[in-house]
């Protein structure tokens, strides 16, 4: 495909304002709280965040990362938000270009921004964004790929396999070890990118799960409760296999032929 700068400026800006959305959707929605009013405050001294105060980026660095009013430190984890965001929309263009399936994987990639935040955060993957979100994916592999047959398979492999583990774990140690937060964030997967991908997500948040948790173990010198959750590696994993599954799927089975 062809960059169009005209584009990849959109599409950046794009991810910098669902990133600033995304912050609110991260900060309220483990907590219960509305995602349409009232608008940001200070948490330390309560002002009302003005329009100068809200552009993604800018305005964290022309205060220096802190409250107008009161002065209060505010969280890098804000502008880092806002930049991770505009970076994977901007990868997701560079590899799907200006097409309908940029706009759904848009979508895609917000939604796992989110849960890994909010898994790290709160150990939590909200119904509210895998639910959906597994309508949303499974609607629109009707008329994109992977296929609404592919998309079917992903959302019940996806799923059925971390239910699989989660209840075989619980049988063997006695206690839960998967959430039912992470059965239904892969079926959601599943739904978008298909089952081969599904594959992709499940290996590849594996590994990465297992080399990061034995280095968090041997720094801390700590049992498995240390680990980060997994819905973090599932988030990251996705993300990649949404970029690059296709690739990675063509070169591998291109090994056996
Ligand atoms: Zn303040």
Not at 36 to 62: F, M, Q, W
Not at 125 to 139: E, Q
Request: charge should be positive.
């Amino acid at each position: 495909m062809t960059v169009q700068p005209i584009e990849l400026t959109i599409v950046a800006l794009l991810g910098l304002a669902i990133g600033s959305f995304l912050n609110v959707v991260i900060h309220r929605l483990p907590r219960g709280g509305s995602l349409i009013s009232p608008g940001s405050r200070c948490p330390s001294c309560g002002y009302a965040l003005g329009p100068a105060d809200n552009i993604p980026v800018v305005s964290y660095l022309a205060l220096g990362g802190r409250c107008r009013r009161c002065r209060a430190r505010i969280g890098v984890r804000y502008p880092l938000v806002e930049l991770v965001t505009a970076a994977v929309f901007v990868a997701h263009y560079l590899v799907f270009g200006w097409t309908p399936l940029l706009a759904v994987r848009l979508l895609f990639a917000a939604s796992m921004v989110a849960l890994f935040a909010i898994d790290l955060e709160h150990h939590l993957l909200p119904d509210a964004i895998t639910l959906p979100g597994l309508g949303v994916g499974l609607v629109a592999s009707l008329f994109l790929p992977p296929g609404i047959r592919d998309s079917l398979i992903g959302m019940l492999a996806g799923g059925g396999v971390l239910w699989l583990i989660g209840e075989a774990y619980y049988r063997y140690a006695g206690e839960e070890g998967m959430g039912g937060g992470d059965v239904k964030m892969l079926a959601m997967v599943g739904a978008f990118l298909g089952w081969q991908l599904v594959i992709v997500t499940l290996v590849f948040s594996s590994v990465a799960g297992a080399v990061i948790g034995m280095i968090v173990i041997a720094v801390k010198r700590g049992g498995m409760k240390y680990a980060l959750p997994y819905g973090t590696f599932l988030a990251i994993a996705a993300l990649v296999a949404s970029l690059y599954g296709e690739q990675i799927v063509r070169w591998y089975t291109g090994l056996y032929r």
